[in-house]
């Protein structure tokens, strides 16, 4: 009877391994390429200590078109493709029908972190629920200037920020 207990054991653990691997995450980045560039410690940090199976940046084409097979990014999605205004909109006011086509651009990602907007704002409040409106995903905003008090590197105040906001057990490297 261990055997058998142990297989299934091992059955649970490469399920787990596997959906963790098929999480997938996203970043709005609406910046520049330096701002882009910037970003991609926070990327690479994600993809390793969540498991993803991949991460993508939303932003403008132009700055981030060369990051896939060159970054730990995956694929990118164009910012100027999608009517991202929408979610600016008062949190009262906000609506979606279904099959909105909103609810497509976020229907792949687990977790969800933005530039746009400001933690509890409405859009943040308003891309939690068109993210939630087709699975359960996490979603943070980040501030892109750090306090003046912060002494570290831009890209540690990123990181930090991440691991503040998501609740889990993670340490910078």
Known sequence: ????????????????????????????QPGAIGDCVLTLP??????????????????????????PGRTCVDGIRSIDSI?????????????????DP?????ADYTWIVTFLGEPNSNFEQ?????ANCSHSAEVMTLSMKPPETF??????????????????PLKAH
């Open 102 to 106: 909103l609810i497509n651009v976020f």
């Open 126 to 130: 308003n891309l939690i629920f068109t």
């Open 42 to 67: 926070l990327a690479g940090f994600m993809k390793a200590s969540l498991g993803l199976g991949g991460i993508d940046i939303l932003g403008h084409t132009e700055y981030i078109s060369i990051l």
């Open 1 to 28: 009877m261990q055997a058998n207990d142990n297989i299934l054991e091992l059955l649970r653990e490469k399920g787990a391994e596997a959906a963790r691997g098929a999480s997938r995450a996203v970043i709005l």
């Open 83 to 99: 009517d991202l205004h929408r979610l600016f909109a008062e949190t009262k006011t906000f609506d979606l029908a279904d099959g």
């Open 151 to 168: 002494g570290a590197h831009l890209t540690d105040f990123y990181t930090q920020q991440f691991i503040d906001q998501s609740g889990l």
